[in-house]
Structures are given as structure tokens and as C-alpha cells.
């Protein structure tokens, strides 16, 4: 068996991923590294840092570049050993290991690969799409149904959710920066409550300029449901998130000044709606290449999943609308 200590050299990292002493650590929902190899063996040396079982991360591992994962892993606090694959029979097999759960609900670091073979990393693909989001983005309460009262990391996975079923019909690679709760003016707070809550919000997370070391060929964004919960009926409040808004995706822009900025929303609440498409439109007009894309409220006769969260046939509607959009803007064929 060779034992691999990880960095870029050995494995393909996309995502927003950080290269340590101890390894790769996969910070983001979809965050992942691939590699590939004659191997018939391959397990891995993995920490993770839950302080509640219920909130533990999550790992799928893909072979083969199959759509769903061959096992899923529980990331348990601590150093643990966690096998792929264990038979004497070596064949040609692409590995990928990709975290399903968010950068708030636990950390994944990989400290190393053993294998009965060589090693190498895979090829990035020549599409690249960056997905800005919250719970809806992150695929939160995916696995769960309505009926739950309490979310658990269980019910997430991002690969469920309609970003990256996208990403995957286009032969993208999908990039995240997705937080649950997360807004531009608040949090999403209760309907007693009447300040916003704003200890962590998108522009602040999302670092421009610094997450990324490449650029997208398109950047996503769906936000404003839980900034809903504060803005309510009050157009003061929504005067204010829409300057915030605004100014966010400038900043996305003079970054990034010739990637296109799809701005979508409308799956779990309509209030913002005018709000968010007098966005892109202001930004279009000063130059920027924005566009904006009004989704279907979700349909409860597709289900609900935990929190009244979209299900897994509402992603895959949402996936086939926003799809052909994007195909449309960056003039791409499936």
C-alpha cells in the first residue's frame, strides 16, 4: 500500500478547499477532491470537528463520475479511518470525495490517501460556474420531509439541490458559497422580531476576489428569502436591502467584469421579487452583464422537505428553467 499525503500535487481540488499542513481541508458545500489510478484499494485518513452528532458533516464519495454517491460517510469528531473501495482487482477508477453539507455545520479534513496503486489528479473541466446562495442553494432539508420539526445535517446535500444537478448536466465545475439563514441585510429571524440579525451575512462571507482561483464562466446568485423575513412590508427595509444587493454584485462585477451575474429568485417567497429584477436591471444599465431569472413559487404537491424547504422534484424543475437560461446567455450546448 502507498500512503499519499495530500496537497494539489496529488489530487484535484475544486471548490473552496484549503491546503494545510495536515492535508486538504473541504471547507464549502461541494467542495472536493478527485483522483484517479490502476487501484483496487483505497481507503483515507479523515477529522472532522462536530461538537453534535446531529450536526456532523457529510462526505459522498463518487466513482467513476457516477451521479449519486457509492457510500456516504458521517464525519465523526476526531481522526478516523474511512475505506472506499477493498478488492484485489485493480482497475483504471476516477475517486471523488466531496463534502454534501455546509462550512457551518462542521469541518472535513482529509490528512491522507492509501492505495494500491499510483495516484493522479484529474483534469478540471473547461466550464466553470460559481453558485452564490443560502439554504436553497446548500440543497438544506433535501433528504427530510415537512413532517420534520427538527433539522439535522442528515436531510442536506448539496447534489440534490438544483445548482449542482446544473453544473452536472453541463459539464461544469460547480463552485459554492452557500450559508443557511444567510441574507444581505439579515439572517432570517422569527416574525416576533423586529432587528435584523446580521452576525453573518453574504458580503461579508464572500470574500471578492480572495475565494477564488479561477474565474467563472458564470456566477449564480439566489438570495433575499431569509432577508425577506426582516424587509416584510416595509419599504424602507426594502430600499435598504436593494442598495445592499446592488452594491454587492457591483463588487462581484469589478472583479469578475466579464462574467456574466444571473440573479434569480421566487422559489420559497414572491415579496423581494421587484426588488431583486430592479437590481439586475440597474445593473445593466450601468454596464454590468447581469440578468435576472423569476422562478416558480414551489408546487407543495412536489413535496416539501424539512422546513418547508424545496424537495427533491422541485430542484430538479428548478434545474431544467434555470438551465436553459444559462445555456442561453453563455451560448453553450448541453
Keep these: 500500500?502507498?500512503?499519499?499525503?495530500?496537497?494539489?500535487?496529488?489530487?484535484?481540488?475544486?471548490?473552496?478547499?484549503?491546503?494545510?499542513?495536515?492535508?486538504?481541508?473541504?471547507?464549502?458545500?461541494?467542495?472536493?477532491?478527485?483522483?484517479?489510478?490502476?487501484?483496487?484499494?483505497?481507503?483515507?485518513?479523515?477529522?472532522?470537528?462536530?461538537?453534535?452528532?446531529?450536526?456532523?458533516?457529510?462526505?459522498?464519495?463518487?466513482?467513476?463520475?457516477?451521479?449519486?454517491?457509492?457510500?456516504?460517510?458521517?464525519?465523526?469528531?476526531?481522526?478516523h479511518h474511512y475505506e472506499i473501495c477493498w478488492t484485489s482487482e485493480k482497475k483504471n477508477t476516477v475517486v471523488k470525495v466531496m463534502k454534501l453539507t455546509e462550512m457551518q455545520y462542521g469541518a472535513v479534513q482529509i490528512h491522507s490517501v492509501d492505495t494500491d496503486g499510483n495516484i493522479k489528479p484529474t483534469e478540471p473541466k473547461e466550464r466553470k460556474l460559481l453558485f452564490i446562495g443560502d439554504s436553497i442553494t446548500a440543497g438544506y432539508g433535501v433528504n427530510g420531509e415537512q413532517s420534520d420539526t427538527v433539522f439535522t445535517t442528515k436531510t442536506e446535500d448539496v447534489t440534490k439541490a438544483y445548482p449542482y444537478l446544473i453544473a452536472k448536466e453541463v459539464s461544469a465545475d460547480p463552485w459554492y458559497v452557500c450559508w443557511s439563514g444567510g441574507g444581505i441585510i439579515s439572517r432570517w429571524i422569527p416574525p416576533e422580531t423586529e432587528l435584523p440579525l446580521t452576525d453573518i451575512l453574504m458580503p461579508?462571507?464572500?470574500?471578492?476576489?480572495?475565494?477564488?482561483?479561477?474565474?467563472?464562466?458564470?456566477?449564480?446568485?439566489?438570495?433575499?428569502?431569509?432577508?425577506?423575513?426582516?424587509?416584510?412590508?416595509?419599504?424602507?427595509?426594502?430600499?435598504?436591502?436593494?442598495?445592499?444587493?446592488?452594491?454587492?454584485?457591483?463588487?462581484?462585477?469589478?472583479?469578475?467584469?466579464?462574467?456574466?451575474?444571473?440573479?434569480q429568485y421566487g422559489l420559497m417567497e414572491r415579496t423581494l421579487l421587484p426588488a431583486i429584477q430592479t437590481v439586475a436591471e440597474e445593473c445593466s444599465r450601468q454596464g454590468v452583464k447581469c440578468y435576472f431569472l423569476e422562478l416558480p413559487l414551489m408546487n407543495k404537491n412536489d413535496g416539501m422537505g424539512t422546513g418547508d424547504h424545496p424537495s427533491v422534484m422541485t430542484h430538479k424543475k428548478t434545474a431544467h428553467i434555470l438551465k436553459e437560461k444559462i445555456l442561453e446567455i453563455m451560448d453553450w450546448k448541453e
Aim: charged share 30%; aromatic share 10%.
Design 204 to 263: 461579508e462571507l464572500f470574500e471578492t476576489g480572495k475565494d477564488l482561483d479561477f474565474v467563472p464562466g458564470l456566477i449564480s446568485i439566489n438570495l433575499g428569502t431569509n432577508d425577506a423575513s426582516y424587509t416584510r412590508d416595509d419599504e424602507g427595509r426594502k430600499e435598504k436591502f436593494g442598495a445592499r444587493y446592488l452594491a454587492f454584485v457591483r463588487r462581484i462585477s469589478e472583479v469578475y467584469p466579464d462574467t456574466p451575474i444571473l440573479l
Design 1 to 79: 500500500m502507498q500512503k499519499y499525503k495530500l496537497g494539489k500535487h496529488e489530487v484535484r481540488v475544486c471548490g473552496k478547499a484549503v491546503e494545510t499542513d495536515a492535508g486538504i481541508e473541504l471547507v464549502h458545500s461541494a467542495s472536493f477532491i478527485e483522483f484517479y489510478g490502476e487501484i483496487g484499494k483505497v481507503s483515507m485518513k479523515i477529522s472532522g470537528n462536530a461538537d453534535e452528532s446531529d450536526f456532523a458533516a457529510y462526505v459522498g464519495v463518487f466513482l467513476n463520475e457516477g451521479d449519486t454517491p457509492e457510500t456516504v460517510w458521517k464525519i465523526q469528531d476526531g481522526l
